[in-house]
């Protein structure tokens, strides 16, 4: 940490009412959190059982309560001790908390000591846990308040068999009528077994987007009564026109009456084959070439040149058919999807009675149910206040970390014993905003923003002990460039972060000077071009690919120059072990993984 200011803004915050700490990574949140609790026990006697401090996961609740523990025995070490010359930031710091608190309460040295020791010794006792663990604690100690009786179901580490087994209930139930089939084939192709990935979120979610909408029966019969009789112009519209109204657009073609660009071989003889394989038919409905629109007679207008209108390829039965098609597919598509929507929430609604059936049945829980079934308790008329009241006389406040990972089930917790909606508000939320979209890790940023709303503003940790000055700056400039859409909502914005003084920009260095802190690469030209001439970019497959690739060759060669002593990090050479991949998905980190062992 550096060095301590005059008026340090963290012994004169407030210890009662709710406030959040906005702070990125890297700018001392475990060690604000260790001076919070250690102004908790000097300046309110709370004993550390009364403090709760909730944080992300199981190793972050270890390292946070080793840094409770050394910063209690610090203090404990500094009662009645003389300044040194060389005294670091948190010994600065807790001298002149403990400085404040004689002065302001006249506390004996003795008396304040032997509260530190006892606290000290009772770390083991804090309450520190993840949100699981807390209410895993909540519903164990307070049954009867919370309604969950003294013999709780198995807990499942993994509830991988339960959807699962859900899955597999919810597809027979579901697909037994043919238009049941249909929707769930078009919503999982791949099956129950994809189904069973999508239920987590799907159950988790509070609403889902569209709303349902009902679909008229005869609505729908006549839709599709349309499209097949639509299909059914077009396959004979084909039969008596199609193959040589296509001679024709070929020789227009190669006598430069069409544009080449518009209009190119290859995918004209790619529907000429789907075209007779659909006039071959009926068969299974199949979507549309995405090139069939080229057949209409607006598109043949558009695509012929203006000195050679009076030449225009034409086949008004045809083209005609065509349109038809394709507005009555659009119509029966849109219907479909509508028909699609509300089976999706007919589902989920049949999926949530299901769960708890089966959850019943084999005596199961999920940590998921942990939560639910404390935020339920709460809220509950009969039950709400009596366990809320146990649990504030249990905990006196309570420092919830990372809380930008915090969903709205997880804050009404909070807010309703410890926050607004409480008698005594004593709540402290620390978290990074920018980290609040993503979802993939629990993030809520209406929750974050509706918290943010009913919270007094805690002065923001601006400096960054861990990162490379260069990197600070490059991040700053990258997002500058971004402006307010950097994070996609406008009240989520990048504060520069400056730095701490511990880093250096020569603590990584190749070939002897200062590693870039930002290296961007673009992939080059795909060399292909859409029908417009406008540059085609790589598809899914190859970027992923050339990104792959250059990612393994990159660490490649840092290792390497590592083994050769050019790559080095604090003095020593580059390993392995001091390089990080993100990803989007599992998926990728694998592929990284098969290109490293292959490089």
């Given at each position: 940490?550096?060095?301590?200011?005059?008026?340090?803004?963290?012994?004169?915050?407030?210890?009662?009412?709710?406030?959040?700490?906005?702070?990125?990574?890297?700018?001392?949140?475990?060690?604000?959190?260790?001076?919070?609790?250690?102004?908790?026990?000097?300046?309110?006697?709370?004993?550390?059982?009364e403090?709760?401090?909730?944080t992300?996961?199981?190793?972050?609740t270890q390292?946070?309560?080793?840094?409770?523990?050394?910063?209690?025995?610090?203090?404990?070490?500094?009662?009645?001790?003389?300044?040194?010359?060389d005294d670091g930031p948190?010994?600065v710091?807790?001298?002149?908390?403990?400085?404040l608190?004689?002065?302001r309460?006249?506390?004996?040295?003795?008396?304040?000591?032997?509260?530190?020791?006892?606290?000290?010794?009772?770390i083991?006792?804090?309450?520190?846990?993840?949100?699981?663990?807390?209410?895993?604690r909540?519903?164990?100690?307070?049954a009867?308040?919370?309604?969950?009786?003294?013999?709780?179901?198995?807990?499942?580490?993994?509830?991988?068999?339960?959807r699962?087994?859900?899955?597999?209930?919810?597809?027979?139930?579901?697909?037994?009528?043919?238009?049941?089939?249909?929707?769930?084939?078009?919503?999982?192709?791949?099956?129950?077994?994809?189904?069973a990935l999508?239920?987590?979120?799907?159950?988790?979610?509070?609403?889902?987007?569209?709303?349902?909408?009902?679909?008229?029966?005869?609505a729908?019969a006549?839709?599709?009564?349309?499209?097949?009789?639509?299909?059914?112009?077009?396959?004979?519209?084909w039969?008596?026109?199609?193959?040589?109204f296509?001679d024709?657009?070929?020789e227009?073609?190669?006598?430069?009456?069409?544009?080449r660009?518009?209009?190119?071989?290859?995918?004209?003889?790619?529907?000429?084959g789907?075209?007779?394989?659909?006039?071959?038919?009926?068969a299974?409905?199949?979507?549309?070439?995405?090139?069939?629109?080229?057949l209409?007679?607006?598109?043949?207008?558009?695509?012929?040149?203006?000195?050679?209108?009076?030449?225009?390829?034409?086949?008004?039965?045809?083209?005609?058919?065509?349109?038809?098609?394709?507005?009555?597919?659009?119509?029966?598509?849109a219907?479909?999807?509508?028909?699609r929507?509300?089976?999706?929430?007919?589902?989920?609604?049949?999926?949530?009675?299901?769960?708890?059936?089966?959850?019943?049945?084999?005596?199961?829980?999920?940590?998921?149910?942990?939560?639910?079934?404390?935020?339920?308790?709460?809220?509950?008329?009969?039950?709400?206040?009596?366990?809320?009241?146990?649990?504030?006389?249990?905990?006196?406040v309570?420092?919830?970390?990372?809380?930008?990972?915090?969903?709205a089930?997880?804050?009404?917790?909070f807010?309703?014993?410890?926050?607004?909606a409480?008698?005594?508000?004593a709540?402290?939320?620390?978290?990074?905003?920018?980290?609040?979209?993503?979802?993939?890790?629990?993030?809520d940023?209406?929750?974050?923003l509706?918290?943010?709303?009913?919270?007094e503003?805690?002065?923001a940790?601006?400096?960054?002990?861990?990162?490379?000055?260069?990197?600070?700056?490059?991040i700053?400039?990258?997002?500058?460039?971004?402006?307010?859409?950097?994070f996609?909502?406008?009240r989520?914005?990048?504060?520069?972060?400056?730095?701490?003084?511990?880093?250096?920009?020569?603590d990584?260095?190749?070939?002897?000077?200062?590693?870039?802190?930002?290296?961007?690469w673009?992939?080059?030209?795909?060399g292909e071009?859409?029908?417009?001439?406008k540059?085609?970019p790589?598809?899914?497959?190859?970027?992923?690919?050339?990104?792959?690739?250059?990612?393994?060759?990159?660490?490649?060669?840092?290792?390497?120059?590592?083994?050769?002593?050019?790559?080095?990090i604090d003095?020593?050479?580059?390993?392995?072990a001091?390089?990080?991949?993100?990803?989007?998905?599992?998926?990728?980190?694998?592929?990284?993984?098969?290109?490293?062992?292959?490089?």
């Amino acid at each position: 940490m550096s060095a301590v200011p005059a008026h340090d803004p963290w012994l004169e915050l407030a210890l009662d009412g709710v406030h959040l700490v906005e702070a990125s990574a890297g700018t001392g949140k475990t060690y604000t959190l260790a001076t919070l609790v250690t102004r908790l026990v000097v300046e309110r006697g709370l004993r550390v059982g009364e403090i709760l401090a909730v944080t992300f996961t199981e190793a972050a609740t270890q390292e946070l309560r080793r840094r409770i523990r050394e910063r209690l025995q610090l203090a404990l070490d500094l009662v009645g001790a003389a300044p040194a010359g060389d005294d670091g930031p948190a010994v600065v710091l807790t001298r002149r908390l403990l400085e404040l608190h004689r002065a302001r309460s006249g506390e004996g040295e003795e008396a304040l000591r032997r509260r530190l020791r006892q606290a000290a010794l009772e770390i083991d006792l804090a309450a520190i846990f993840t949100i699981h663990g807390f209410c895993a604690r909540v519903l164990r100690e307070h049954a009867l308040e919370s309604g969950q009786g003294f013999d709780p179901p198995e807990l499942l580490g993994n509830d991988r068999a339960l959807r699962e087994a859900l899955a597999a209930d919810l597809w027979r139930a579901h697909a037994a009528e043919p238009a049941g089939a249909d929707d769930l084939a078009g919503l999982w192709k791949e099956g129950p077994a994809a189904l069973a990935l999508d239920l987590k979120d799907l159950l988790r979610e509070p609403r889902l987007l569209p709303p349902a909408m009902a679909v008229d029966g005869d609505a729908l019969a006549a839709t599709q009564a349309r499209l097949a009789d639509a299909e059914q112009a077009l396959r004979e519209a084909w039969q008596r026109h199609g193959e040589a109204f296509f001679d024709t657009l070929a020789e227009a073609i190669d006598a430069d009456v069409m544009n080449r660009v518009s209009y190119k071989p290859d995918w004209l003889a790619e529907l000429r084959g789907w075209m007779r394989d659909f006039a071959a038919g009926p068969a299974a409905r199949q979507a549309p070439h995405p090139k069939l629109v080229k057949l209409g007679a607006e598109d043949l207008a558009k695509g012929t040149k203006k000195s050679h209108k009076a030449r225009m390829p034409s086949a008004p039965e045809l083209s005609a058919a065509v349109s038809a098609y394709l507005d009555a597919m659009e119509a029966s598509t849109a219907l479909s999807a509508r028909r699609r929507a509300a089976a999706l929430h007919c589902l989920r609604d049949d999926a949530h009675a299901r769960l708890r059936t089966l959850k019943q049945q084999r005596r199961v829980q999920t940590y998921d149910d942990l939560i639910d079934g404390v935020a339920d308790a709460l809220a509950d008329d009969a039950r709400g206040d009596l366990l809320a009241s146990r649990l504030r006389a249990q905990y006196r406040v309570a420092l919830v970390d990372e809380f930008q990972d915090t969903d709205a089930r997880q804050w009404r917790i909070f807010d309703r014993v410890f926050g607004r909606a409480s008698a005594d508000p004593a709540l402290f939320l620390i978290g990074d905003p920018k980290q609040a979209i993503y979802g993939f890790r629990g993030g809520d940023v209406h929750t974050y923003l509706h918290a943010r709303g009913s919270a007094e503003q805690a002065p923001a940790l601006a400096q960054n002990f861990r990162s490379r000055p260069a990197l600070l700056a490059a991040i700053d400039a990258l997002y500058a460039a971004a402006g307010s859409g950097a994070f996609v909502d406008p009240r989520i914005a990048f504060h520069p972060i400056v730095p701490g003084g511990q880093r250096g920009d020569g603590d990584f260095l190749r070939d002897g000077a200062a590693a870039p802190a930002l290296t961007l690469w673009q992939a080059p030209p795909s060399g292909e071009y859409d029908a417009k001439g406008k540059p085609r970019p790589w598809d899914v497959e190859q970027s992923r690919r050339q990104a792959t690739q250059a990612c393994a060759a990159a660490i490649h060669a840092v290792l390497s120059d590592g083994r050769a002593g050019r790559a080095r990090i604090d003095g020593r050479p580059v390993r392995p072990a001091d390089i990080a991949v993100l990803v989007r998905s599992h998926a990728e980190a694998t592929r990284i993984q098969h290109a490293l062992a292959e490089a």
